[in-house]
């Protein structure tokens, strides 16, 4: 069962960054997320049945088993906050060179006057740092 627990460890990073890749609201990652965690206790929760556990290992494959569910578990942890966090990041700085690109290439064609609107995209900036 150690094998298993190791190969969802491994897989756990491109998992969250592929699956980033494609769920960047919220609304979506979020539930999505939450199923994944689930399947994840489970699976940690079916593999650490006592009475199965302690009858059917030595007291040394116990504890291996034991300690390789909880570093799924702290990966998983690490692993959502890393793409959370990520996710945010990216997010914000989007929206904010997405607004800055159109907004500039547009007031500028309208206006004629690139000097000035760069010196305001340049304050604009200054007060976001």
């Known amino acids: 069962m150690t094998k298993s627990f190791q190969t969802i ?3 756990l990073p491109n998992l969250m960054q592929g699956l980033s890749k494609h769920y960047y609201k919220d609304e979506h990652f979020v539930p999505l997320m939450e199923k994944i965690a689930n ?12 009475r199965t556990l302690l009858s059917s290992y030595t007291l040394n494959e116990a504890k291996n088993i034991c300690y ?3 570093q799924l578990l702290l990966q998983w942890k690490i692993e959502y906050q ?3 966090s990520k996710l945010e990041n990216d997010k ?21 006057e690139e000097q000035i609107i760069d010196c305001v995209l340049e304050h604009v900036s200054d007060f976001k740092s």
């Open 39 to 50: 399947e994840i206790i489970n699976r940690v929760r079916q593999t650490i049945d006592i």
């Open 9 to 11: 460890i491994n897989m």
């Open 68 to 70: 390789q569910a909880k």
């Open 82 to 84: 890393n793409t959370q």
């Open 92 to 112: 914000r700085n989007f929206s904010t060179n997405r607004l800055y690109v159109t907004f500039a290439l547009e007031i500028q064609i309208v206006t004629g």
